[in-house]
């Protein structure tokens, strides 16, 4: 018994690297797009940021993949995952909530395929990672933008939805 729960558990660690080092890809993808191709500076780009959420019983901590920023504003909102449908509630619900505005576009991408999503009118906008606005057009694009904040009937549930999926993210075994 104990040989086969050894063999689970090394299969098991097996997976996770390889979804780790897939992940891993993706974001370097993305980055690679964001910098060499839409212009972006690394100076935009925040990395894997933080947010403090406090529900009504409880708080915690999430952190996103990236954050875009035009002109000290959050622009977009990318998370990288290999399943992005699964994802995208979770995206748009961090776009919603993470700050005292609503980021106005959330992605969620495999390093190819996407799913862009206008927060503010809940709409796809784009479905692949080349879609993503340069630089300059989301810079002409945020001249105008005014900070919307979440509606209260959705900021509680925006969290709720965060917290459940962070608590369904499997952790990684380490080795002994």
């Not at 098991?12 to 992940?23: K, T, V, W």
């Not at 969620?108 to 927060?119: E, L, P, Q, S």
Request: aromatic share 10%.
């Amino acid at each position: 018994m104990e040989e086969k729960e050894k063999l689970i558990k090394e299969k098991i660690m097996e997976e996770e690297h390889a979804e780790l080092m897939r992940l891993r890809e993706i974001k370097m993808d993305v980055w690679d797009v964001l910098i060499n191709e839409k212009g972006f500076n690394p100076e935009d780009i925040d990395i894997d940021p933080k947010f403090k959420f406090v529900l009504s019983d409880c708080e915690f901590t999430a952190s996103i993949d990236f954050i875009v920023n035009c002109s000290s504003i959050s622009f977009m909102l990318i998370k990288c995952a290999t399943s992005i449908e699964s994802w995208e509630r979770y995206a748009v619900a961090f776009a919603q909530v993470s700050k005292d505005y609503q980021i106005p576009y959330a992605m969620v991408t495999n390093g190819y395929h996407a799913r862009i999503i206008d927060v503010l009118t809940g709409s796809l906008v784009g479905e692949s990672i080349y879609d993503i606005l340069n630089r300059q057009s989301a810079l002409n694009k945020m001249k105008d933008f005014k900070k919307i904040p979440c509606p209260l009937q959705r900021l509680e549930k925006g969290k709720r939805i965060i917290y459940a999926f962070e608590g369904i993210k499997c952790p990684i075994i380490k080795k002994p």
